[in-house]
């Protein structure tokens, strides 16, 4: 069956130190993977997705995720944290033969002054 | 920008009452979407619709209905609430494409406590 992965449950970090959040995913073909955002009290906003070509994925706030096929990874970096980024992270991958996604059970960020 | 809206962003009911949870997203997406977030769940599919009037079960079906009259509108029904469904209820929708996948846009949920 499909799954996601995160293996960390919180992470803290100081502000300005580099950032890595794992993600691992099961999966029998070529995945189509996410990573969201979701502040406090609000919903979740797209960071970046991964559906073919470059491995080195950009997104929005200096955010990049590398997709490794032979370790089934697809891990969230930021060089520098800022304390705004304190949030909770989650990882998601197409499901296929259907729209849907599967979540991870997401990451929360904290973030040191 | 793609906007999603919920008709609440908190609820307090009762146990057994019924409740209407209202999404409506505005750049004519095809896929609407009702999760549930709860710690250390991550988000659980509820229903989605694919289409006017066309829903299919998510992974947690159980205790909810959905309706999908409009395009733009997706509402969740809970007939009769229970304490266990006290949670997070995150709307979201996206564009269909052919053979793959787009990102799903997120309403800001409704957090919802039955007592």
């Known amino acids: 069956a499909q799954s996601v992965t995160q293996p960390d449950i919180h992470i803290t970090v100081s502000e300005g130190a580099s950032l890595e959040l794992r993600c691992n995913y099961s999966?029998?073909?070529?995945?189509?993977l996410f990573w969201y955002v979701q502040s406090p009290g609000q919903g979740l906003q797209l960071l970046l997705k991964y559906f073919s070509g470059d491995t080195l994925v950009q997104g929005i706030k200096g955010f990049e995720a590398e997709f490794k096929r032979s370790q089934s990874s697809f891990n969230l970096r930021k060089p520098s944290v800022h304390w705004s980024d304190a949030a909770e992270y989650f990882c998601?991958?197409?499901?296929?033969?259907?729209?849907?996604?599967?979540f991870g059970t997401g990451t929360r960020l904290k973030v040191l002054a | 920008d793609v906007k999603v809206t919920q008709s609440s962003r908190y609820l307090v009911k009762r146990t057994g009452e019924k409740v209407f949870l209202e999404c409506v997203q505005d750049m004519d997406h095809e896929n609407m979407f009702w999760y549930r977030q709860d710690p250390g769940l991550g988000l659980r599919l509820i229903y989605f619709s694919y289409d006017v009037k066309m829903k299919e079960k998510g992974d947690i079906p159980e205790g909810y209905s959905v309706s999908r009259e409009k395009k733009e509108r997706f509402s969740l029904i809970l007939e009769s609430t229970s304490t266990n469904q006290t949670s997070m209820y995150l709307c979201?929708?996206?564009?269909?494409?052919?053979?793959?996948?787009?990102?799903?846009?997120f309403g800001p949920g409704t957090r919802l406590t039955v007592l």
């Open positions: 998601a991958v197409g499901h296929s033969g259907t729209y849907k996604y599967i």
């Open positions: 999966y029998g073909a070529t995945p189509y």
């Open positions: 979201a929708s996206s564009l269909w494409i052919a053979g793959g996948y787009n990102e799903q846009f």
